[in-house]
């Protein structure tokens, strides 16, 4: 009965049965995920970073666990273009739900190279632009904190993409992440993904270093929620409403209540991140969470929940 | 696409705690039991597979039966699973019998001593690669460091069911005397191979033990026993020996060193921080040699370990 509940979502182009999505960096390539949630329920699907050439990522530690979260230093580990392609594409071409490709880089080269390469495959629904990540020593988080270059990259690699939805992916950790919308709308993006993870440090005390080996990671799961919904809610209202642009929303969702706040925030889909981790089926108890909420308020279009957020009293 | 495959059957599982007691200083026991599909599919655990162990919705212990030493972290909210390997595995009629000896290290394991008899545990597993027993093999060497002891009694425990043909024989170490996971110690510990510790004798396996402060057997690291005995037995066929070990990275760097010098076989259970254990979060990098060349390469502790080759592992990258 709750299976009927129509919450399908038109986002970037595309009809998704529901608005969840995977996080990028903690769904693998689908396969990983597999053994554990029917993948196929899913909205919507981003793949790990890849890069052009293989990347073996960070010495470890890489991740650290802290009060309601962890800060992770993966620092884009991935397969590569090359076997992406050979290996993991054919599984995740079969799957049902729109299917992202993030892509990150350290030149704009490098990006384009990468979405030039995949923007023939008919699978895939289109990719995620990461500028976002903090941590890696060139590109990532250096592109997506200088409007100026954000434009930049989004409008080559759009170029690239073909007839594929460009999502851009934000990072939180900038004065204005409005500035940092308004210039991947002008380079073109069809949506935006928000919030990556937050700039972070712990330090063992008895060593009195820090207990990551890249010294700070992205900090993620619940404790950066609140966060995240507020700057949902601030780029929905100053920038992608008027715009016309569907907002990804992202950063410690692990229950429909969660997910369904930043709906209301100014999201348009939400992707379960950290919590996966935890819990592999997180994604898929949101859904049906999700399906029972809109019973229970009578909602029969998920869009009306979209930036539906009201005045306090 | 989303058809598991049988092969790896690994799931999100829930088992019944039969008890849960202190076993020693700091160490704590475990007994689940596996009911239902979840028996079948513990019934396969392979010694040195583990599994990750929800303990976010567990009680905090009164303050008063907190040691002094983790009041402080006690608190700490916990949010991701744990990774934990059986010290043993039995099949009792339609159950599983796993038991799970743990140390009391932080907030997860604290609160992991709240559960009691009847409560459910959720956990996902059975993960990872465990220790294989190769072909032709006809004595296997033991050798554990503190608490990497569970991994290798499990160990011990199929070689002495289904592999009676192998000769095994424990080396323990540890620090000091009380942080020995044994059970039960013996009134004394005699300096060479005896069957009076419990834990091994009891499957019929003869151990020695070594402590870094000379407060039990050998003192000195478990790595000069081993060495020992393979000065001792220097007549035997290398290419019936193996070498299982399981403890601090230091520790098996050395393993893997007496092992690959006298090319004998030798497989090490690797220990990484891991926020999922299946393959997702990318944390539990290994650096692996690649045959024939002089690149490595990261694998993964959770799916291509946690036992790998000792020839292959490139020790010590961890920064401490």
Redesign the interface.
């Known amino acids: 009965m709750n299976e009927q509940v129509d919450i399908s979502v038109q986002f970037a182009g595309r009809k998704l049965a529901n608005p969840v999505f995977t996080a990028s ?4 390539y ?1 396969d ?5 949630i ?3 329920a899913l909205g919507g699907f981003i793949t ?1 970073s890849i890069t052009l050439q293989p990347r ?10 802290t ?4 800060l ?1 230093a ?1 620092g884009l ?1 991935n397969v590569g273009l090359d076997r992406f392609i050979a290996e993991k594409l054919p ?1 995740i071409a ?2 049902k739900p729109a299917v992202f490709v993030n892509v990150a880089g350290t030149t704009i080269e490098e990006y384009v190279a990468v979405v030039e390469r995949l923007a023939g495959e008919k699978a895939l629904a289109g990719f995620e632009l990461n500028i976002s990540c903090p941590n890696v020593r060139k590109g990532g988080i250096s592109f997506g904190t200088d409007p100026a270059q954000v434009e930049e990259i989004t409008r080559a690699v759009k170029k690239a993409c073909g007839s594929k939805a460009l999502i851009v992916k934000l990072t939180p950790t900038v004065t204005d992440i409005s500035v940092t919308a308004r210039a991947a709308i002008a380079g073109g993006a069809d949506a935006l993904s928000l919030i990556n993870t937050f700039t972070a440090m712990v330090i063992d005390i008895e ?1 009195r ?1 820090p207990v990551l ?1 890249n010294r700070t990671g992205g900090l993620s ?2 404790a950066v929620k609140p966060i995240a919904v507020y700057l949902v809610n601030k780029v929905y209202r100053e920038v992608a409403r008027e715009a016309g642009i569907p907002i990804l929303g992202l950063g410690g969702i692990r229950t429909a209540s969660d997910a369904i706040e930043f709906l209301i925030a100014g999201a348009t889909a939400v992707a379960v991140g ?1 919590a ?6 997180c994604a898929a108890q949101v859904i049906s969470g999700l399906r029972d909420y809109c019973v229970r308020k009578k909602i029969a279009s998920l869009a009306e929940l979209t930036g539906s957020l009201a005045e306090p009293s | 696409m989303a058809q598991k495959r049988e092969s790896r059957k690994k799931g999100r599982h829930t088992a019944t705690v039969l008890s849960n007691v202190r076993a020693g200083e700091c160490f704590w026991k475990m007994r689940l039991r596996f009911s239902g599909e979840a028996a079948g599919v513990f019934a396969r655990f392979q010694p040195g597979q583990f599994i990750e162990f929800d303990t976010s919705d567990l009680a905090i212990p009164a303050t008063d039966s907190i040691p002094k030493a983790l009041l402080d972290g006690a608190r700490r909210s916990v949010l991701l699973r744990r990774p934990f390997s059986f010290s043993d595995v039995t099949v009792q009629d339609d159950a599983t019998i796993a038991e799970l000896l743990y140390c009391v290290v932080g907030p997860a394991s604290l609160r992991m001593t709240t559960l009691r008899a009847g409560d459910v545990a959720s956990l996902i597993g059975p993960l990872g690669n465990g220790f294989t027993v190769a072909q032709g093999k006809r004595t296997a060497l033991l050798v554990v460091g503190g608490m990497g002891l569970p991994p290798i009694r499990c160990l011990a425990r199929l070689l002495n069911t289904e592999h009676k043909e192998v000769e095994t024989i424990a080396f323990i170490g540890a620090r000091t005397v009380t942080a020995l996971p044994l059970e039960e110690r013996p009134a004394a510990f005699e300096e060479g191979l005896s069957l009076s510790v419990p834990t091994f004798a009891t499957l019929g396996v003869p151990s020695m033990v070594a402590t870094d402060d000379g407060s039990a057997g050998h003192r000195g690291p478990v790595t000069e026993c081993l060495t020992r005995w393979l000065q001792e037995n220097a007549d035997r066929d290398r290419e019936k020996l193996i070498v299982y070990a399981c403890g601090p990275e230091r520790m098996l760097e050395a393993v893997a060193r007496i092992a690959n010098d006298r090319q004998i076989a030798c497989q090490v259970s690797m220990e990484r921080r891991m926020a999922c254990g299946i393959g997702l979060c990318q944390s539990c990098a290994i650096e692996c040699r690649i045959e024939g060349s002089n690149e490595t390469v990261y694998k993964l502790c959770c799916q291509d370990g946690p036992v790998f080759d000792a020839r292959e592992v490139v020790f010590g990258t961890e920064t401490a």
């Open positions: 960096g903690t769904c693998g689908a990983e995920l597999a053994d554990f029917d993948v196929d790990k073996k990522g960070n010495p470890t530690p890489r991740i650290v666990e009060d309601a979260g962890m992770n993966i580990a599984l079969k799957m060593t270093r080996a799961g619940p950290t996966s981790f935890v819990e592999p089926d």
